[in-house]
């Protein structure tokens, strides 16, 4: 069982940034996956970012939405167990709650993650 703990959302202006965090309660294998996904009202969850330890010694793999590429950077500090998202140059369609979890398969699949958490709400104003 993991549990996936987010904070560091909040109100922003377009433009700005804001950095999320996901605190697992457990190390995770380094064939799982942690992803950001986000839902806005009325629309499904969709996948943000993703990052796993790939099978070589110090190797990453990074996904990312094509809506967020070039705005958004997704890292992980194994030794704390966390992963975060640097969200810069924000805009209104960003806002959503946006939430942390753990899986493998295709990254982007919301249905291959089995442990979520709460979510945190972020929120973007123009």
């Known amino acids: 069982q993991v549990q996936l703990v987010e904070s560091g959302g909040g109100s922003v202006q377009a433009g700005g940034s804001l950095r999320l965090s996901c605190v697992a309660s457990?190390?995770?294998?380094?064939?799982?996956?942690l992803a950001w996904f986000r839902q806005a009202p009325g629309k499904e969850r969709e996948g943000v970012a993703a990052i796993y330890t790939g099978r070589s010694v110090g190797g990453s793999d990074e996904y990312y939405a094509d809506s967020v590429k070039g705005r958004f950077t997704i890292s992980r500090d194994k030794a704390k167990n966390t992963v975060y998202l640097q969200m810069n140059d924000l805009k209104p369609e960003d806002t959503a709650m946006y939430y942390c979890a753990s899986g493998r398969g295709r990254w982007y699949l919301a249905r291959n993650y089995n442990y979520w958490g709460q979510g945190t709400q972020v929120t973007v104003s123009s």
């Open positions: 457990v190390a995770t294998n380094s064939n799982d996956l």
